[in-house]
């Protein structure tokens, strides 16, 4: 049984590896809606007045900041960790 969960586990990684196209559309879109994230929370602290919109605003953005980073660090780390992983575990060095 956990032999076989972490055969899958393998050949998703695998899959994520060989995508480097979609890694780095996860990477910029990452960035860009962490960036964006970033914006409402300085339009929220220097372009409005004090008041609960403001906060709500604020709130968005932090919750923007936050996706955006996760959906960066996996294009990141599926760009860089996983296809040294792939080229480690790779099938084809490895004798009958």
Do not use: C
Request: proline share 2%.
């Amino acid at each position: 049984m956990m032999k076989s969960k972490l055969q899958r586990l393998r050949t998703v990684l695998h899959k994520r590896a060989d995508n480097p196209r979609q890694n780095f559309i996860w990477l910029v879109t990452g960035f860009t809606i962490f960036m964006l994230g970033l914006m409402a929370i300085s339009i929220a602290q220097f372009a409005m007045m004090d008041s609960m919109t403001a906060e709500i605003i604020a709130l968005l953005g932090l919750i923007l900041m936050i996706m955006g980073g996760v959906l960066a660090l996996i294009g990141y780390l599926s760009l860089s960790i996983l296809r040294i992983f792939r080229f480690l575990d790779s099938d084809d060095d490895k004798t009958p």
